[in-house]
Nanobody, 118 residues
């Protein structure tokens, strides 16, 4: 199983970035896909979620600015980030989640750094 994030980097406040997460080794279309982030000294937080059926949820701090999408044909999930703020600076992690009966299954990527600074 692999989750490989890309697209992070340095961007000025108000700018945009698109993160990608390429998945392999599991049935991507069956999994809920999530983006988490962790800033220095803070707990990891859920940024956005897209379920297997396509419904989405967002953290309050990113609603209206970030958009999550998935392409099941490419086994890839995206996070479009607009109107970026310095407080969005964090390592962003891709996560895949599935429940098999009562057993949760979860996979993590290695993370990609996003830095918002002038």
């Amino acid at each position: 199983v692999q989750l490989v994030e890309s697209g992070g980097g340095l961007v000025q406040p108000g700018g945009s970035l698109r993160l990608s997460c390429a998945a392999s080794g599991f049935t991507f279309s069956a999994y809920s896909m999530n983006w988490f982030r962790q800033a220095p000294g803070k707990e990891r937080e859920l940024v956005a979620n897209i379920r297997a059926g396509g419904s989405t949820n967002y953290g309050d701090s990113v609603k209206g600015r970030f958009t999550i999408a998935r392409d099941n044909a490419k086994n890839t999930v995206y996070l479009q980030m607009n109107s970026l703020k310095p407080e969005d600076t964090a390592v962003y992690y891709c996560n895949a989640a599935f429940t098999w009966g009562d057993r949760p299954i979860t996979y993590w990527g290695q993370g990609t750094q996003v830095t918002v600074s002038s």
